[in-house]
């Protein structure tokens, strides 16, 4: 199936957003709920036709867009290195994980059984979906290594329900890696078509 352009960037703003609300959780102990309701909702969209479908519309990353504009603009005081890290840690993940086909169908197993107890629950962000969205991501994506460092208050970080949130968000940020790279997304791209992503990026949320 062909992916155009766009799609590519809003999966691209997926792995943004997701970033921003680890970041938020380790510095904060708290983060937008709506921003991650949208990431979570993510997992849980196994056979989309389009992109579109896994985000719901743009406005849902409008958080990622916005990231993506601070850190590929010409204000060089807006890029946030720490943000920056968890893409790039995020992006060698995935690559690790495509070439795992056993830890792939252990995570597409447990993502089911994880969407039908939201469906139970009647929330994507119940705790106790969230907590076995962690335990997948400790279980399958973990192993791969190296691990992903996160940056923060330790006292945030060490509280269960808060670590239970970075793991799940993480799966999330892998799930948008993994269609970011189905749409064509490549590394190596990004430095080459800075202008095209940033115009693209200011469409999404025109849209």
Same mark, same amino acid.
Request: hydrophobic share 40%; net charge neutral; with cysteine.
């Given at each position: 199936?062909?992916?155009?352009?766009?799609?590519?960037?809003?999966?691209?703003?997926?792995?943004?957003?997701?970033?921003?609300?680890?970041?938020?959780?380790?510095?904060?102990?708290?983060?937008?709920?709506?921003?991650?309701?949208?990431?979570?909702?993510?997992?849980?969209?196994?056979?989309?036709?389009?992109?579109?479908?896994?985000?719901?519309?743009?406005?849902?990353?409008?958080?990622?867009?916005?990231?993506?504009?601070?850190?590929?603009?010409?204000?060089?005081?807006?890029?946030?290195?720490?943000?920056?890290?968890?893409?790039?840690?995020?992006?060698?993940?995935?690559?690790?994980?495509?070439?795992?086909?056993?830890?792939?169908?252990?995570?597409?197993?447990?993502?089911?059984?994880?969407?039908?107890?939201?469906?139970?629950?009647?929330?994507?962000?119940?705790? !106790?979906?969230?907590?076995?969205? &962690?335990? #997948?991501? %400790?279980?399958?994506? +973990? $192993?791969?290594?190296?691990?992903?460092?996160?940056?923060?208050?330790?006292?945030?970080?060490?509280?269960?329900? !808060?670590?239970?949130?970075?793991? &799940?968000? #993480?799966? %999330?940020?892998?799930? +948008? $890696?993994?269609?970011?790279?189905?749409?064509?997304?490549?590394?190596?791209?990004?430095?080459?078509?800075?202008?095209?992503?940033?115009?693209?990026?200011?469409? #999404?949320?025109?849209?």
């Amino acid at each position: 199936m062909q992916h155009s352009y766009r799609e590519q960037v809003l999966a691209f703003a997926g792995i943004w957003q997701s970033a921003k609300l680890v970041q938020q959780i380790a510095r904060h102990g708290q983060l937008d709920a709506a921003d991650f309701e949208a990431s979570i909702r993510t997992l849980f969209v196994t056979n989309p036709d389009t992109t579109d479908e896994v985000y719901g519309s743009p406005a849902a990353m409008t958080t990622g867009l916005n990231t993506i504009l601070d850190q590929f603009g010409d204000a060089t005081n807006h890029r946030d290195m720490e943000l920056t890290k968890y893409v790039i840690s995020l992006m060698h993940l995935e690559r690790k994980l495509s070439t795992q086909p056993d830890v792939l169908n252990k995570i597409g197993a447990g993502l089911e059984l994880a969407k039908n107890q939201s469906q139970h629950f009647g929330s994507v962000v119940h705790e !106790n979906v969230i907590a076995n969205l &962690a335990d #997948l991501y %400790a279980n399958t994506i +973990s $192993t791969l290594g190296p691990k992903i460092i996160v940056q923060g208050e330790q006292g945030h970080l060490s509280n269960s329900n !808060n670590a239970a949130k970075v793991r &799940a968000i #993480l799966l %999330a940020g892998i799930r +948008s $890696t993994v269609l970011w790279h189905q749409c064509g997304g490549r590394r190596l791209k990004l430095i080459f078509s800075r202008g095209k992503l940033l115009a693209q990026a200011k469409a #999404l949320l025109n849209e």
